[in-house]
């Protein structure tokens, strides 16, 4: 059984639809994943995927480039060359299924299954529907791989999970510390700058190490935020490098963005600054050991803004870095104190 697995957004959207990608690998021969660039750089920390194609999908990039039929012929031809047995297509709530799915009949795939409302027609040989809103994304995702006759191996908590060690620490970043993430991808989903540097000075006078993460462009922000007495990584680390920064941390503190995600995934407590733009029961960072900070009922609340439409960004710039400090220290305790030698 040759499988085509498909995520075509974000970093944090293949994260948690890992889970159900693990359940399609483990009844499969092979399984190809589909991504796209924004989530390419994850992809291969992903248990069970043994290839990876990756195209900008036009009905799926938030910042689609204009239709281009050579592109869309040439992905068609490489989706035949695969002679896929079948292909899942996962998407949010928000997203159709239905594009990639004649691409993928154009392509001769036999067999293809998606969560959709909309009538497929002759594209879906599975159409599941009613899927409930008020579940994590990643039970929604494995909801349509059970769907599919897939389970979970035995033992398989059904979590997301990713690769470890495929990359060393930083020289000098050592354990313990906890992990400051700033940036986010969109600018209404971000914890002001100033209270991240305000939060470096509390945990240093607590005697705790600070590192400070962020992906290429967030050099400023970053060296801001670290303000010369944290470590600054940004713009510095590959993703295996992240996630092995984010899983020798005592705890991160990140806003809803994909290093949230990767955090959870490595098992690491999180402090999640969580702005209610989308749901935080679909997309808050899962785990047992996650604190959720913000206003879960602003005025925001679901309007998917990218720029806070209020003034004063009231749903996380409520937060101060003093509850946040209380936050990292319910979830990893003090840090032990240096004594003199």
Known sequence: MRTLAVRLDSLGDLLVTGPAIRALAAGSDHLTLLCGPRGRDVADLLPGVEEVLCWRAPWIDPEPDPVDRAEV????ARLQAGRYDRAVVFTSFHQSALPTALL????GVPWVGAISEDYPGALLDLRLTGVPDDIPEHER???????AGAELSPGDDGLPAVRRHLAALP???????????????VPARAWSPQRYR????RLVELGHRVVVTGGPGE????AFVADGIATDLGGRLTVPQLAEVLALADAVV???????HLAAAVRTPVVSLYAPTVPAVRWRPYGDRVVLLGDQHAACRDSRATVCPIPGHPCLDSVTPGEVVAAVTALC???APVLPV
């Open 141 to 147: 995702a494995l909801r349509l791989a059970r769907a």
């Open 104 to 107: 993928l009949r154009l392509a």
């Open 219 to 222: 050099e400023e922000l970053t």
């Open 254 to 260: 990140v806003g809803n963005t994909g290093p949230a």
């Open 333 to 335: 305790g003090q840090p």
């Open 198 to 201: 305000s939060l470096v000075d």
């Open 171 to 185: 020289a000098g970043v050592e354990p313990p510390y906890v992990v400051l993430h700033p940036g986010t991808s």
């Open 73 to 76: 012929e040439g992905l068609r």
